[in-house]
């Protein structure tokens, strides 16, 4: 059974701070790790990594992917409110053409 | 540009009553997939679907049905509604291959009393 492991579950920071998500991961036929960002309503997508060691970025927001360890993690730099959201990591299956997803980290950023 | 529409957007059923939750994509996607979402909690798969006229069980399906007629709509029901089934419903679509990243809809918020 395919699996995602998000940690931790909840996160409480200050303006300006550097905060670091974690996603461990169990799936047969990996292809590919997605990050989504969910406000109040739809997810939406962040990046999508598929090799090892290769950063993607995006403005204050960058993350990377360890195929051999099984893991990808998620960096914001200088926090802002805006960016308290729950952030979500989903693993496809392509055989089965579904994704599990993580059940998110809760990050709060307070001014 | 619509993308993922979801319907209605909050309703509150009583115990026993159906109801049908429409989603519709004009992205020409192959793939669709309903989810819900508990309070503190990621996205678990109902059901989805790989095509038009396809449809396969994700890991929470019990107390759900789901079609796929038309390849832009997917269609939930519920058919004997229980407060356990009470939570936000996502929608979702993705283009081929499927590890590609999934367009949500805005969610419909459903109580069940």
């Known amino acids: 059974e395919d699996k995602v492991v998000q940690s931790p579950l909840s996160l409480v920071v200050h303006e300006g701070d550097t905060v670091t998500l974690n996603c461990s991961y169990e799936?047969?036929?990996?292809?590919?790790l997605l990050w989504y960002k969910q406000e109040k309503k739809a997810p939406t997508f962040l990046f999508m990594l598929?090799?090892?060691?290769i950063e993607k970025k995006s403005g204050r927001l960058s993350s990377i992917l360890d195929k051999k360890e099984l893991f990808s993690i998620l960096n914001i730099t200088a926090t802002q409110t805006g960016d308290s959201a729950v952030y979500l990591c989903?693993?496809?299956?392509?055989?089965?053409?579904?994704?599990?997803f993580g059940d998110g980290t809760t990050l709060t950023v307070k001014p | 540009n619509a993308g993922v529409t979801q319907t209605p957007k909050f309703r509150v059923l009583k115990t026993g009553q159906s109801m049908t939750l429409l989603c519709a994509q004009d992205?020409?996607?192959?793939?669709m997939y309903w989810y819900r979402q508990d309070p503190g909690m990621g996205l678990r798969l109902i059901h989805y679907?790989?095509?038009?006229?396809?449809?396969a069980k994700g890991e929470v399906p019990d107390g759900y049905n789901v079609s796929r007629l038309k390849k832009q709509n997917f269609l939930l029901g519920l058919e004997s509604a229980a407060p356990s089934q009470t939570s936000v419903y996502f929608c979702?679509?993705?283009?081929?291959?499927?590890?590609?990243?999934?367009?949500f809809g805005d969610g419909t918020r459903l109580s069940i009393l």
């Open positions: 598929t090799s090892s060691g």
């Open positions: 799936v047969t036929n990996f292809r590919s």
């Open positions: 992205m020409n996607h192959e793939y």
């Open positions: 989903a693993v496809p299956n392509t055989n089965a053409g579904k994704s599990t």
């Open positions: 679907s790989v095509g038009e006229g396809t449809t």
């Open positions: 979702a679509s993705g283009s081929q291959p499927s590890n590609q990243p999934q367009h």
